[in-house]
């Protein structure tokens, strides 16, 4: 019994399994385009569902949480950083001050938005709330990245194509949410009734992110072109900075007063950067030559936050439920 209380929910496991897969087997050629396609159809059904899911009200509520959606923007634009530049001293030893460079790039990116979604979903967060601020964060970033390019990191070209970025946040992810909402009276009752489905899409969609994205490193060979050292040395490096904005977020969340689902909400897209936005901004922001290294340690901090995540996510999911337990019992002695 006291071995299997340490032992990993099957969502970590699940998790696992497919950074092993994607490391062994990694997605390729038409295959990869194919899971691409799958990951986009995923994540548009996620938002699909939740816009289905939620009420209006609902989501008017979380587009009124003015103060935590600074929260959130606050920590993507200008915590992570400053965290970024004020351990640049003490972490630069671990790599070549080249790929610490990468280190900022990826302090000054946006916060996710499918998987900040899912993970507040499964956690049991404000779902309308992370909906508005990693949306938002999503397109602030377009504008705001190259600006805290161009004072913390050395910037090199034009940023025009990334107006192509924002059409793609909108045509993905909101006009699938904005088409369940409308479809709501029709398809709101049986996605109700069958709530497991949009934990089987908020779980499938994290897990098809993780592939492609880990298949997509192994395919490039970026792992071949840093030394061992240097690799633990970035490892440690996404550690301590995500452990450092998962620490403040949560601390400061519970300072200004937010109840434990917005909490849960500024935990998830507070601490969290985008590789689907990093990736394109790195092609345009710097040389085509330095660009592996850029996003050499936003592809590692990608996956660690998404392996991090997945076990807070579990443990708030399993808090909730036991405050749930513990609720219908205390009403039910009260009936008695």
């Given at each position: 019994m006291a071995l299997m209380k340490f032992r990993p929910d099957n969502f970590t496991l699940m998790l696992v399994a497919t950074v092993l897969l994607a490391s062994f087997l990694p997605?390729?050629?038409?295959v990869a385009s194919s899971f691409e396609t799958l990951t986009t159809a995923a994540v548009a059904l996620l938002f699909f569902l939740h816009g289905a899911k939620l009420s209006r009200q609902a989501i008017l509520a979380g587009i009124m949480h003015w103060r935590l959606h600074l929260f959130i923007v606050g920590s993507t634009f200008v915590v992570f950083p400053l965290l970024g530049w004020a351990l640049k001293p003490l972490l630069t030893p671990l790599v070549s001050p080249e790929l610490y460079v990468g280190v900022m790039f990826l302090c000054v990116l946006p916060s996710t938005v499918q998987s900040s979604i899912a993970f507040v979903s499964m956690a049991r967060g404000n779902i309308p709330a992370a909906i508005c601020s990693a949306s938002a964060s999503t397109l602030l970033g377009v504008f705001i990245t190259p600006l805290l390019v161009s004072v913390f990191v050395t910037a090199h070209g034009a940023s025009g194509s990334l107006v192509d970025?924002?059409?793609?946040?909108?045509?993905q992810l909101m006009l699938p949410f904005a088409?369940?909402?409308?479809?709501?009276?029709w398809v709101g009752p049986f996605i109700k009734k069958h709530g497991k489905l949009t934990k089987v899409v908020d779980q499938g969609s994290i897990?098809?992110?993780?592939?492609t994205a880990f298949s997509a490193a192994v395919v490039q060979g970026i792992w071949r072109q840093v030394s061992v050292t240097t690799l633990v040395g970035l490892l440690v490096i996404s550690a301590i900075i995500l452990a450092l904005a998962l620490l403040l977020t949560t601390f400061l969340s519970r300072r200004l007063g937010f109840s434990k689902e917005?909490?849960?909400?500024a935990v998830f897209c507070g601490s969290k950067k985008s590789l689907v936005s990093g990736v394109p901004m790195a092609k345009?922001?710097?040389?085509?030559?330095?660009?592996?290294?850029?996003?050499?340690p936003l592809m590692l901090f990608h996956q660690m936050q998404l392996m991090v995540c997945g076990v807070l996510a579990a443990k708030y999911a399993k808090r909730a439920q036991q405050l749930e337990g513990d609720k219908a019992l205390g009403t039910a002695a009260a009936g008695k």
């Open positions: 997605a390729t050629g038409q970025a924002v059409v793609k946040i909108l045509l088409l369940g909402h409308l479809l709501q009276r897990l098809l992110v993780v592939y917005d909490e849960i909400t345009v922001l710097f040389a085509s030559s330095t660009v592996g290294m850029m996003v050499l």
